[in-house]
């Protein structure tokens, strides 16, 4: 077979995932030789339980879905791989030709390709859909080169894909957003997003932490107020609605905001229209407003703290920031971003050592991204242009990890219902042991990126080829040993 055609570069697009679903493994594994030849990297899985979960774990670029039997709803499972990843292409293959299966695969958004066909014809298809993919990339990148202050999402996993899916549909329209989250999830990031992805870029983002403000305030905050409107009011102001004419108003913390202003509030997201304390005269900005909260609204409306009616007036698009222990493989992309973007002046991002990697990957990250974020811009000040290590840590991160350490007795080790007379490992070769290490470390590596080999390669600081070669010649795993503490 020759795929100089549809050879790929791997350097050209350094993410890119295929994922071949199939209940035949002869036919997978002659698909994976025939696509890792030309340069992709491929996981394969049976269609079912062990297919949904790397669907829900990775954020596949491409998914190569075979149905050979009656028995299976491709266009069904098409939707359904979809709705985990609006991002992932995915080529359909059938013998059961049919025009309605073609159609219905379509309205999936699926390719349809009816077997048998040959791999070429295969890998012109996957070219093709790379084509596309590198030619959004390179328009999304000028767009970011000329919005030099767009914010970006970094992450490619299944629940980031999702989000920014949802956000880029919903940034197109012009009605109320609310979003919800955990704190430290990135609430005004998104809203932020959202206003740079829209028709409103040009106009001003202004935003309002309805926390900051007492009742009366809040409403001169939001409204603006005429000169001697109250005490203190020496001249007229324009109120937030105003600054934001044409734009987009976010109200953070918007379970914050008292009963009497969410009144005022949905009155003017009903007509649009307000007046400034101590003025007859009606205004009419045009005003998108993006809300957020941590809190839980309809426990709030419950409980008589938040209007129903506000509520359901605001979320007419609700959107949900994934706390950062459900974006699996995100962990090491942000931990690159943030080292980044707080190096110092003319220097190189700073690494961390393996073992302040494994504190931050331990670590549950309560306050989610904010947390993160915070851990590595302490880290690189107090690290002075060296190598991340533990000490350089925020104190609750470093210090848990010493006293893990310190606490945990070590386990003695039992093979084969042998105990091991010492905590000490036996001494051996040399070489085997280094190799054992090694093995063990990349292990650990690719369970704390969720598989991603990509990313376990760049968290290595080796390139993705020379991991391939050392999965291939590793040994076979020791006897499984089982861990009695003391």
């Not at 549809?6 to 350097?11: D, R």
């Amino acid at each position: 077979m020759s795929s100089a055609a549809v050879k790929w570069n791997p350097g050209d697009d350094d993410q890119l995932e295929i994922l071949i679903a199939d209940d035949n493994a002869t036919a997978r594994t002659s698909l994976t030789e025939a696509l890792s030849a030309c340069g992709y990297r491929v996981e394969t899985a049976a269609i079912g339980e062990q297919m949904h979960r790397l669907a829900a774990t990775h954020a596949f670029d491409i998914v190569i879905l075979d149905v050979e039997t009656a028995f299976a709803d491709g266009p069904a499972l098409v939707r359904h791989l979809r709705r985990i990843n609006p991002a992932t292409d995915v080529i359909l293959l059938s013998a059961l030709a049919s025009i309605e299966e073609a159609v219905a695969a379509t309205k999936a958004k699926a390719v349809y390709v009816s077997k048998p066909c040959t791999h070429e014809e295969l890998l012109r298809t996957v070219a093709e859909i790379v084509g596309r993919r590198r030619a959004q990339a390179r328009l999304d990148r000028e767009l970011e080169a000329g919005e030099p202050n767009k914010p970006i999402l970094v992450g490619r996993s299944p629940a980031l894909m999702q989000l920014k899916h949802h956000l880029d549909v919903i940034a197109r329209s012009e009605g109320t957003v609310l979003i919800s989250g955990e704190s430290g999830t990135g609430k005004e990031l998104v809203a932020r997003y959202i206003h740079h992805a829209s028709a409103r870029r040009a106009r001003p983002l202004v935003t309002v932490n309805c926390a900051a403000f007492p009742d009366t305030l809040l409403e001169a905050e939001l409204y603006g107020h005429e000169r001697g409107a109250f005490t203190g009011a020496s001249s007229r102001r324009e109120g937030r609605f105003e600054s934001a004419a044409g734009g987009t108003l976010f109200l953070d913390e918007i379970g914050e905001m008292p009963l009497l202003a969410q009144a005022k509030l949905l009155r003017v997201l009903e007509d649009g229209t307000f007046q400034r304390l101590g003025s007859n005269v009606t205004l009419k900005p045009d005003v998108r407003v993006v809300a957020a909260t941590n809190k839980d609204l309809e426990q709030l409306v419950a409980q008589g703290r938040f209007r129903e009616d506000l509520l359901y007036r605001l979320k007419l698009f609700r959107l949900v920031t994934p706390p950062l222990r459900d974006r699996a493989g995100d962990l090491p992309l942000l931990v690159e971003h943030f080292c980044r973007k707080y190096a110092p002046p003319d220097t190189k991002p700073q690494g961390l050592s393996a073992q302040a990697w494994a504190v931050l990957a331990r670590h549950h990250f309560p306050g989610n991204l904010r947390e993160l974020e915070h851990a590595i811009r302490h880290a690189i000040a107090f690290a002075g242009g060296e190598e991340i290590q533990i000490e350089h840590l925020p104190e609750e991160l470093a210090g848990a990890a010493l006293a893990l350490s310190v606490a945990r007795p070590e386990p003695v080790l039992v093979a084969s219902g042998e105990p091991v007379s010492s905590a000490t490992p036996p001494v051996g070769p040399l070489d085997a042991a280094l190799v054992e290490f090694e093995r063990d470390y990349v292990m650990k590596a690719l369970a704390q990126t969720g598989g991603n080999r990509s990313v376990t390669a760049s968290l290595l600081g080796i390139s993705r080829k020379a991991l391939w070669a050392k999965l291939k010649r590793y040994p076979a795993p020791r006897p499984k040993l089982t861990m009695v503490r003391p």
